[in-house]
Every structure is written in C-alpha cells, then in structure tokens.
C-alpha cells in the first residue's frame, strides 16, 4: 500500500493549491485526479499535443493555471492523474482505480476536493441531441475548443450564464439568446455593495455581458427556457419570462431556432467521497444542496478528513483557490510542519481574503436566488432519469400509487440506478418526492451510499493483493449472527 | 392517497393478517385474496423493502439441497406462472444455467453433488471440454467442467416487487407499510396484533418477516432460533451480451446472470458487514474484491466492464438452513413461512402452500419436513 503524509482527492483548484502549499512545507502529498490532465474544470486546458494559435477567453487564467499546473511537479508532489477514487475501506485509506496501477493508500490526513457537477435541469426537450449543460459546454470548449453546434441559446441561472455566453460568442458561435432567469437587473442595487468585495470578477462580470451584447445576441433576464423541440436534435427553443416566484408565463413565449442551448442552472458539490466516509451532510441550498458539514479548519465530522473548494459547497474558483491554500497551512501545522504562531501569521490573510469571497458570494446569492421551477415545466412524458429512460409521468404514476418514498419509487422505477449514480436525477427526484408529500427538499430521505463513489473497471479492482479464497464447508448453512 | 395501492391504517378486525412484506408475504397475500379471504399485510417499512427487494434474484434448482428439490420445482412453476398465467410481471426468465467448477476437487465435488441431486429427479446434462466451449464460449479456459441445468431460472428482484404487491391489492388485500408489529397476544380466540399504526385483530395470523421473524414468535411464547446473513452483490453497467446463462459455483461462492437489460449481477453469497440491530450493513472491501475475483475467473471479459454499485441484503436463514414453513407449534391460528435458505425462491411456493394449509386444501407438495417444531429451543405456549 502507498504511504502519504497528505492524500487530496481532485486536482482542480482547491486540490492543487492545497498540495502547493502543503508541499511547500514540507509534507509528502499524494494528489489523486480521474482526469488526464490537472486543472480541474474551471483550469481544464487542451491536451498538451495540441496546437492551437488563436487567443481565446482562457488564456486570459493562463498564469493561475500555469502556477497550479506545477503544482503536479513540485517536490514532494505525487500527483496521480487518471485514478478514481472510489472507497474509503478503512480509516485514512483511500482505494482508487488506475488500470495496473490500482491499489490503496494510507494518508496521516485526507483532503476531499472533489469539485462539482451541473445541477440537472429537466424540461420537455432537455434529452435531445444539441442539449448541453453549461459544465459540459465549458469542458468542450475548454478541453478540445469544439463548439457543439452552431446557433446557440444559452439559459439558467447563475454567473456561468454569462461566462458561457461570452465565450460561445468570443469562440465564433452564433449567438442567438441569452437569458438569464433571475431579474438580476433589478436586484443589482441590492447586491452591489457586497459584490465589489471581489472588483475584478464584477469587471469581468461587465465584460462578459458587453461580449455578448457585442454580438449581437438578445440577453435578457427574468427569462427561462421552457421546452427544447426537434424531431431528432434540436431545432429550435421555446423562452418565456419567469417572475421572482418561479411562475412562468407561457402567454408571451418566444420560439427561437437554434441546434445548441446550453442550459446552466447552477452547479452541485460532488458529495459521493464524503457520503461514502459518512460524513455528516447539512443542506445548504445556495451552496448547491447537499454539503459536508465542517467544523473549524474544513474538518468533516470524520476526524482527519478535510474537505475544501466546491465539493465542501459551490463556492467558485475564487474561494477554491483560496480554501485550498489555507487547508494546506492547516494540514501542515496538524501534521507538525508548522507551529502554531507560523501557521496563525499564514492563514491570517488567506482568511481575510476568504472573507471578501465570502461577501461576494452573499451578494452573488441575493442576486440569483430564484425557486425551482422545474417541476412546473415537466410533461408526462419529460425524462427525469435519463439512464434508465424514466418519465416523469411514470413517477408521479407510482407516488399516486402509494410508492412515495425514495426507497419505493426506486425500486420500482430504477430511477438513480444507472450508469450516472443519480448525479443527473436524484435531484429532480428528491424534489418530486418533496412536492408531492409536502415536505420540505432537506427531509426526504436519500438512497444510502453505495460504492463505488464514481464508476470503476472491474479489473482494475483486481490488482490488490487478496487473501486466498476460502470455500465455505456448507454454503447452506448460516455464516451471520443469531437474531433470536 | 386517491389510486394507492397501500390503506394508511390497519383495519380493527381482519379474517387474516400477514406480518412481513417480502415474497413470502405477499405471495401468502395474493393466493389467500384471490381466494377471496379477507387478507391485511403489514410491513414495517417500505413493502418489499428488505431482502426481497436486496437479493440477486437468482432461482437456480441446482444449487439447491435434494430435500427441497420438489419445493423448489414447484416455486419455478409459481414464478413463471405469475407472468404467465396471472398478468404480473416478475421479470421472470428461464436461460438454464450451469454450475461450474475450476479444480480437481470441484470437479469431483460437482459429480457427487450431482448425483445426489439427480438421485432427487432433478435432470443434468454434464460438460467439459469443446461441449462446454460450445455452450459458453465467454467462460474461462480454467472452468474444468459444469453441469447444465435447463430448468435454472431468474426473476426481477426489482420488478417482482411493484407487480406482486399492486396484484395483491387488486385481489383485494389490503397493505400497510411502516406499521411494525410492537405486540401479538391471544385474546378472546382471536390475535390481538398491536402496530405503530394501531391495532388491529386477526383469526389467523401468519409470520413472514425474514429475520424479524423470530421476534415476533417469540411474542407467542416461542422461541425459534435465526441467523442473518449479509450478503453482498454487485451490478455492472449495461454492456452487449456477455453470458446467457444463469451461473453458479459448485464452491457457492458465485452467482452470475445478465438481466435482459444488459446489466451483470454478481453475487455469491459473500459477507458484507454490519450488525442487524438498526439495520446497518455494508460492503466490505476484501471480500468485494475476493467476489470480483472469483467471478473474472469465471467469466474473464467481465473485467472489462465497469462496476455500476455494490450492496448488501439481508438473508435470514434457519439453523439448518430449511425453510420454517406451517403452524407455530403450540399456538392455534398462528403461522410461518421464513428462514430458509433461498428466501426469495421459495417464497411464491411458501405462498400457494401457505393458501393451500389456510383454505384446508391438500399441499402441492410435501410440507412436513420444514415443520418449524424441528426448530424449537426454547418453551413455548
């Protein structure tokens, strides 16, 4: 089994600045990545075979990412990209999955890092080819500089609206519409205040809506998608304005021809690690639902484990960057690298700039507070789990039935069972299950945690050395305990 | 709820009332209903929510002992004739299957246990060599010989669940889920059955409650001793047809089958941990991999697939691992069906049976055996 002072699942922002420092003070750090290449999603970068001549929107991190990139060579680094972590099989021993390379390891310290994914958004259409979230849009673009389409919408809620805006627009698209739910506009005298705690990003902010202005695309706000149409692929989305409410009013729809929407209703921390270790969870819904609890220093309530950037909660770039150079002072001084009065003259101003993120963020969340409004836009026959092709009909079908709970609707559905664990449905299903039974999102009971915490090839499972396998004398015969 | 299939609360008065919502419960249900009996389920969680809903599915005659061979027969029969014959769908499909075995002595415990089996009518066809390659090409070159068994089957944990309990409710029997039973007792020649939903009374009362069986006897004074395995399976991602064969392990450490939606199902009956007390229990980490093992040995290309989700069930066995099936010793109305090994199998034939003792109609097939008195350790009223 390897052997680390520091094991950080996730080498994006919050991963990567948590190993730099952590390393810079002299703890051996093992940093573990699914992905081929460092940087996480918003630092994603084109495999390093490509070429590519034509400035884009994100060269303008080029120096951030460089600096993290680094990181992977720093003394002291072991960065291991391509391995999926996927158990927690005893106290500070992570398993993870990377083809003969597969195996365990032992950390004095464990930092999850583990980043999020796009909040599913379903509405009649959001399956069909040309449907993208605004993550998966940004990693195309990012990661292979592929526009997937042609005339693009883009819609949701949240400062990726903007930011995959500006960029479809930037990267040549031909922007049609972007519409942003939330009635930030008018809201914006409200938040200001807070928001200029973080002056560049409200700049970049700026920018971003002038880019797309420049473009010629309609942006609106108090606009949401309600359907994406089209016999095979998308052909063309219907808008129409939502109040503060989540109401939509279908009377003044619009329909507007396009072969990509890109819908980006925000983003989810990516909790499996820490549901598998069994960290206590609290549900904290501007910060994207679900979230490990964490005492002083990120402590989970699992002692000795960690957990930093938008996988602890969405945070943004900004406060994963920062999360994780402040939890590598903390595991440098737990683990002895640091003394108490070193480590308090390090952390003090990562804390107080934490601190302006913090005040951005309150104001970013007065400005985009908006109530789902999915559940009004699903039609009998809209998908909710698109792995095993179940429809909203069939659900309501069976809660009408009796089968209310996530546990019977489950089994009797399969949604969440599929090949995505949940992460493009559990969701829509908690706030099914919610709606109808009148309780509110945070009492409905989630599915237990089951490993792996990400999909893993059954042979890589395989290279650990196992005891041999012992037949049992009778297999009929009982091998649990008595119960009466 | 307008359309549920479930009451919210017992009724006070019941002609029948079944404790335990898995498959021995709700097969008792369904026959006992469609007979026109007046049947209450109680179940203390979600119906269908334990075992019945957490195992592999499996139905497989060859695995199982020759002195429940005919049991076993007759239960296939009620699987494949509730998709059949009575419009509810159980996913119920019947590929054959083989159990395999990798090393001389497998191959000569695969003979003995063969014949033995075979000494209790149940047909084989024996293969090794090219025959074997013939049939399943996808096995490993190290399975030195198997036998086929053309009558092994499967059913839809999953599916069975949803379709056995709306049938019951159509047939008239009511349900209750989270109402667990806190109290029986014998009152004015009936059974007085006290729930966290209420209470209600029943003239027969009969117990299906997997491992929570025991407990609930024991409120009748007696004592039936019950283990509770925690078994372990596994489920890839859908891939293209890889094996069409239900297999199993001459060493019982393996079952394999892929479910018509492309998904593989591993199991074996390998021990995860946790304690039955609150209900915890998990995978555990080497005996995973010991499972994962075994099956890649048996099946190399499915270490190509990826591993979707591992879990734990619940499976209450019987010291002697038969089932506990017919009355409680020394009560008057009061029944069982639960313990054996096998659970999900046999439950459709506990069900018919149990109507059968119920309705005072002659058994499909021999009972005595299973006579849950053989188990007694303890007084009993």
Redesign the interface.
């Given at each position: 089994m390897r052997e680390t002072d520091l094991v950080i699942v996730g080498a994006g922002a919050a991963g990567l600045s948590a190993a730099s420092e952590a390393a810079k003070h002299g703890l051996s750090v093992t940093v573990l990545d699914d992905n081929l290449l460092p940087g996480g999603q918003y630092f994603r970068r084109l495999p390093t075979s490509y070429r590519h001549t034509k400035e884009t929107v994100f060269d303008k991190e080029r120096a951030r990412a460089d600096a993290l990139y680094a990181t992977t060579g720093q003394k002291g680094v072991t960065y291991l990209n391509d391995a999926v972590v996927w158990?927690a099989?005893?106290d500070g021993v992570l398993?993870f999955a990377r083809g003969a390379d597969s195996g365990r390891i032992r950390a004095k310290l464990t930092i999850i890092a583990s980043g999020a994914h796009d909040r599913p958004a379903p509405f009649p259409g959001w399956t069909l080819p040309g449907v993208v979230t605004a993550g998966g849009l940004q990693n195309l673009l990012k990661g292979q500089r592929v526009i997937p389409g042609r005339r693009a919408v883009v819609a949701g809620n949240g400062p990726l609206v903007l930011l995959v805006g500006a960029t479809l627009a930037r990267a040549g698209a031909e922007l049609r519409e972007v519409v942003e739910a939330a009635p930030i506009l008018k809201r914006l005298a409200g938040s200001i205040a807070d928001l200029l705690a973080m002056p560049k990003i409200v700049r970049q902010a700026a920018d971003y809506r002038l880019a797309i202005m420049k473009s010629g695309a309609k942006l609106r706000t108090g606009w949401t998608v309600i359907e994406a149409r089209g016999a095979n692929e998308l052909e063309e989305v219907v808008l129409a304005p939502i109040d503060e409410a989540g109401k939509v009013n279908r009377s003044r729809s619009r329909t507007v021809k396009a072969d990509l929407l890109v819908v980006g209703f925000g983003l989810m921390p990516s909790i499996e690690m820490v549901r598998l270790m069994d960290c206590k969870l609290e549900w904290k819904p501007l910060r994207g639902g679900w979230v490990p609890v964490r005492g002083a220093n990120f402590e989970t309530s699992r002692p000795g484990v960690l957990a930093v950037g938008d996988g602890a909660g969405i945070g943004g770039v900004e406060m994963a960057l920062r999360e994780g150079k402040l939890a590598g002072v903390i595991a440098a001084e737990r683990l002895g690298k640091l003394s108490r009065d070193q480590a308090a003259s390090l952390k003090a101003p990562i804390q107080s700039e934490i601190a302006k993120v913090e005040t951005f963020r309150r104001g970013l969340e007065r400005l985009y507070a908006m109530p789902p409004a999915f559940l009004d836009l699903l039609t009998p026959e809209t998908i909710v789990c698109r792995c095993e092709d179940v429809t909203a009909g069939e659900l309501r079908a069976?809660q009408?039935?009796?089968?209310?709970?996530t546990?019977?609707l489950k089994?009797?559905t399969?949604t969440t069972?599929?090949?995505c664990?949940g992460r493009n449905c559990l969701r829509t299903l908690l706030a099914l299950i919610a709606q109808a039974s009148g309780q509110p999102i945070d009492q409905v009971m989630m599915p237990?945690p089951?490993?792996?915490a990400r999909?893993?090839?059954?042979?890589d499972?395989?290279q650990?050395e196992?005891?041999p396998?012992e037949?049992?004398k009778?297999?009929?015969?009982?091998?649990?305990?008595?119960?009466? | 709820?307008?359309?549920?299939?479930?009451v919210e609360t017992p009724p006070r008065d019941a002609e029948i009332v079944v404790v335990g919502g898995g498959v021995a419960g709700m097969s008792t249900a369904l026959f006992l209903a469609r007979a026109g009996r007046d049947v209450v389920l109680l179940e203390r969680g979600?119906?269908?929510?334990v075992a019945s809903?957490a195992n592999a599915g499996t139905l497989s005659l060859q695995v199982k002992?020759a002195e429940v061979l005919d049991l076993c027969k007759l239960s296939l029969d009620v699987w494949r004739r509730f998709g059949a014959e009575m419009d509810v769908d159980v996913g119920f499909g019947q590929p054959g299957g083989l159990r395999v075995a990798t090393t001389d002595a497998e191959v000569a415990h695969l003979r003995e246990y063969s014949d033995e089996q075979r000494g209790g009518g149940l047909e084989f066809e024996w293969l090794e060599g090219n025959q074997l390659r013939d049939m399943a090409p996808w096995l490993s070159t190290g399975v030195r010989a198997a036998t086929f068994c053309s009558g092994d089957a499967y059913a839809s944990p999953?599916l069975a669940?949803?379709s056995l309990i709306?049938a019951v409710a159509k047939a008239g029997g009511r349900i209750v889920?989270h109402a667990e039973v806190t109290g029986l007792s014998r009152e004015n020649g009936a059974y007085r059955i006290e729930t966290t939903k209420g209470a209600t009374r029943a003239k027969i009362l009969i117990i299906t409650a997997g491992?929570w069986?025991?407990?609930l006897?024991?409120m009748l004074g007696v004592?039936?001793?019950?283990?509770?395995?925690?078994n372990m399976l596994s489920i890839?991602?859908?891939a293209p047809k890889l094996l069409d064969r239900v297999i199993t392990h001459i060493?019982?450490?393996l079952s394999l089958k892929q479910l018509p939606n492309g998904t593989i199902l591993i199991g074996g009956?390998w021990?995860g941990r946790g304690?039955?007390a609150g209900m915890e229990k998990f995978?555990d980490?080497?005996r995973?991999?010991?499972n994962?093992?075994?099956?890649?040995s048996v099946v190399p290309d499915?270490?190509?697939?990826?591993?979707?989700?591992?879990?734990a069930g619940y499976e209450?066995?019987?010291?002697?691992?038969l089932p506990a099936f017919g009355r409680l010793p020394g009560t008057d109305d009061a029944y069982i069906a639960a313990a054996a090994?096998g659970g999900f199998t046999f439950g459709p034939a506990q069900g018919l049976l149990m109507s059968e003792m119920i309705l005072g109609q002659p058994p499909s097939t021999p009972i005595g055996r299973f006579d849950p008195a053989r188990l007694l350790t303890g007084a009993h009223a």
């Open positions: 158990e099989p005893e398993a069976r009408d039935a009796g089968f209310g709970s546990a019977a089994g009797t399969r069972m599929g090949r664990q237990r089951r490993l792996p999909l893993v090839t059954i042979g499972l395989l650990e196992l005891p396998i037949m049992p009778d297999p009929h015969l009982p091998r649990g305990e008595q119960v009466s | 709820m307008a359309g549920s299939v479930f979600v119906p269908w929510g809903g002992r999953l669940g949803g709306a889920g491992p069986s025991g407990g006897a024991r004592a039936l001793p019950i283990y509770v395995d925690v890839t991602e859908s060493g019982g450490i009956g021990q304690r039955f995978a980490h080497v995973l991999g010991q994962l093992t075994t099956a890649v499915l270490a190509k697939l990826r591993l979707v989700r591992t879990w209450a066995v019987a010291p002697d691992a090994r």
